[in-house]
C-alpha cells in the first residue's frame, strides 16, 4: 500500500513499496510471476435474450447509427 499528499510523492512510495515487496519475495525465495501483457482483438460475442437484442436495434434505428455503433455508445457512458 502506497500513499502521498501528491502524485510524485504516492508514486515514490509505490515505488518504494514495489522494491520492498520484490526484496521480500526474493529473500523468502518465493517466485516473482511474470508480467502480464494481455491483447485485445476489440471482438466479443454477446448472448441475450431476443426481446433485448430487438429494443436495442430499434434505438439504434432512431439514432441512425449502426446496432455496433449504438452498443458500443452506450458501453463507454457507462
Known amino acids: 500500500?502506497?500513499?502521498g499528499d501528491s502524485l510524485d510523492e504516492a508514486v515514490t512510495e509505490l515505488n518504494?513499496?514495489?522494491k520492498a515487496w520484490f526484496s521480500s519475495c526474493l529473500r523468502r525465495?518465493?517466485?516473482?510471476p511474470e508480467p502480464v501483457n494481455k491483447k485485445y482483438s476489440g471482438k466479443l460475442l454477446v448472448?441475450?435474450?431476443k426481446s433485448l437484442h430487438a429494443?436495442?436495434?430499434?434505438?439504434a434505428d432512431e439514432e441512425n447509427v449502426s446496432?455496433?455503433?449504438f452498443i458500443v455508445s452506450?458501453?463507454?457512458?457507462?
Open 1 to 3: 500500500m502506497a500513499y
Open 16 to 18: 518504494e513499496t514495489k
Open 29 to 32: 525465495n518465493i517466485r516473482i
Open 47 to 49: 448472448r441475450m435474450p
Open 55 to 59: 429494443h436495442l436495434a430499434e434505438e
Open 67 to 69: 446496432l455496433n455503433s
Open 74 to 78: 452506450k458501453l463507454a457512458q457507462g
